[in-house]
C-alpha cells in the first residue's frame, strides 16, 4: 500500500486528488495539509511514501516545503501536482527534491500512474514539463553569437593588439583621434569590457582577432 498525504491550500482541488486516490486499491491517503507547513509536520509525524505537493500555497510554499521533507530524515518522497508551468517554478521544484512534476489538467490515470512510479523510485514529469525543460536546457547550451564588429573597429583593435596608441592608429588609418576613441567605446560596449587589455583578450577568446 502506498502512504500518501496531499497538499493542496484550495479543499475542493484537495478534496478532489483525495477522492482520486481513496478509489485506487493500492494508494491509501493518510493526511491531508491545506499549505506548505502543515504537510511538513504531517510528513514527520507519519512518514508516508508520498507527498503529492501543491507548488504555491499561502506561508510556506510547495517549493520550501519539498527541500525540508525531502531532506528529513526517512524515504518520503515528492510528486509536484500544480497548474504551474514555467522553467523557474519547475526547476525550483526539482533543485529543492521534488521526484516528479505533473500538472493537476493531466488525466486522472496519469497523476496515479505518476504517484506509483514515484513511490517505486522513479523519476515523472508531465509531457509539457519535459519538454519545457528540454527548451530550457538547450536555450543554455546554446552559446551567444560572438558581438559583429565594423570593418574599421576591428582595424583599430588590431592595431591596439599591436600595442599602437591612439595617435598612431589614428596617422595609420588616417582618421581623428577622436574617432579612435569612439571606434574604441564602441569596441568596449560591445565587448563589454571597460579597457583596452581586456578588449583585445575578449576578442581573441571570441575568435575575433
Known amino acids: 500500500m502506498i502512504r500518501v498525504i496531499v497538499a493542496d491550500d484550495h479543499p475542493i482541488v484537495r478534496g478532489g486528488i483525495v477522492g482520486l486516490l481513496a478509489a485506487v486499491d493500492d494508494i491509501e491517503v493518510v493526511g491531508e495539509a491545506a499549505d506548505g507547513a502543515e504537510a511538513i509536520t504531517l510528513a514527520e509525524a507519519l512518514s508516508p511514501d508520498l507527498v503529492l505537493m501543491d507548488l504555491r500555497m499561502p506561508g510556506v510554499g510547495g517549493v520550501e516545503a519539498t527541500a525540508h521533507i525531502v531532506a528529513a530524515p526517512g524515504s518520503t518522497r515528492v510528486l ?28 486522472q490515470e496519469e497523476i496515479v500512474a505518476g504517484v506509483r512510479a514515484v513511490a517505486a523510485g ?84 571570441l575568435g575575433l582577432l
Open 80 to 107: 509536484v501536482l500544480t497548474t504551474y508551468e514555467n522553467d523557474d517554478d519547475i526547476l525550483g521544484a526539482i533543485e529543492a527534491g521534488a521526484s516528479g512534476y505533473l500538472l493537476k489538467a493531466a488525466p
Open 122 to 205: 522513479q523519476t515523472v514529469l508531465g509531457p509539457s514539463i519535459a519538454a519545457t525543460l528540454v527548451n530550457r536546457v538547450r536555450s543554455e547550451s546554446t552559446p551567444a553569437p560572438a558581438p559583429r564588429l565594423s570593418a574599421r573597429e576591428l582595424d583599430v583593435l588590431r592595431l591596439v593588439s599591436d600595442g599602437r596608441s591612439n595617435p598612431e592608429i589614428g596617422r595609420e588609418l588616417f582618421i581623428g583621434e577622436a574617432t579612435v576613441k569612439t571606434h574604441l567605446l564602441h569596441v568596449f560596449e560591445k565587448l563589454e569590457v571597460s579597457d583596452r587589455t581586456r578588449a583585445v583578450t575578449k576578442a581573441m577568446e
